[in-house]
């Protein structure tokens, strides 16, 4: 009984503080019953910074770094890789990919642990995020099945978190993805969509159990392109992620309309998506 934890964070960027108050909240987690073990990526970090941060480091952490800057999928790529080699995921442990921006409530972690213990059959776990995070644990009462526009629209690396026995068999980010590509994003819904679909049950507490900011029109128009190319791949899998893909055509449109998103950007995602969506590799996936 394990909690894996991956993240990454740009050493010489401005979000030290966000990260050191990651690593703080881990590093209070009460009421754990299970070692947490915490894989993470340091980009832009040169080696004697790597090697004075690691002298100091808590044992929990597997550090890694980089000289330069990654792709968030690379980046994370990088620790599976490391911990896939290393690790034996297996039913009892939990993964998680808290971002360098975000917190975990003290009793988190104990709490969800105890949660996917009492429903053996839970693969998967999403929740809400927010800047003032409900502290409460959560219950298995809670638990209720999300809805795919709630699993689309509402997922992140902050707030899905999965049983470890489900990792080997997702495998990597896909590395066209994310910040840092030409697609800008849509890594994480793209790992959360194949979890779903792999996962025994899908849970979902309406309630923000991590600490982010919230979604908003300004992020959605941000990562539009990543995420209508993901859904685009998706969209023959079942009728909702269709619903999901159509969708956010027209909501690229509004974006256009109202000045989030220019001509030329959405001309070019929807060129993306389209060879996506046609492609045969995609197509014969209705059956699955």
């Known amino acids: 009984m394990t909690i894996y934890l991956f993240s990454t964070t740009d050493f010489a960027g401005p979000r030290k503080a966000d990260f050191q108050r990651l690593l703080d909240s881990v590093g209070t987690q009460s009421g754990l019953a299970s070692p947490v073990v915490h894989y993470v990526m340091l980009q832009n970090c040169a080696e004697a910074e790597f090697t004075a941060y690691a002298a100091t480091a808590p044992a929990r952490m597997r550090l890694m770094r980089s000289p330069g800057r990654m792709s968030l999928s690379a980046a994370r790529n990088e620790l599976l890789r490391a911990a896939l080699a290393a690790e034996s995921f297996g039913e009892d442990d939990l993964v998680a990919f808290p971002d360098d921006d975000c917190w975990l409530p003290e009793r988190l972690l104990g709490s969800v642990m105890a949660l996917f213990a009492a429903r053996p059959t839970l693969d998967l776990l999403i929740c809400r995020v927010s800047m003032t995070p409900d502290e409460r644990p959560p ?3 809670e638990v209720v099945e999300p809805t795919t526009p709630q699993l689309v629209r509402l997922s992140s690396s902050n707030n899905m978190m999965l049983r470890g026995v489900l990792l080997p068999q997702l495998g990597l980010f896909d590395p066209e993805l994310g910040l840092g590509t030409p697609a800008k994003g849509g890594e994480d819904t793209d ?30 128009s941000k990562y539009f392109p990543g995420t209508l190319l993901v859904l685009s791949r998706h969209a023959w899998r079942k009728p909702s992620l269709m619903r999901e893909f159509v969708r956010k055509l027209a909501v690229g449109a509004y974006f256009v309309a109202n000045g989030r998103l220019s001509t030329p950007e959405y001309r070019g995602a929807l060129r993306r998506a389209a060879r996506s969506f046609i492609a045969p590799e995609n197509r014969r996936r209705t059956a699955a």
């Open 139 to 141: 219950t298995p009462q």
């Open 191 to 220: 790992f959360v969509i194949r979890a779903s679909l792999r996962a025994r049950s899908v849970g979902f507490i309406p309630r923000p159990l991590v600490g982010h900011p919230e979604s908003d029109q300004a992020s959605a």
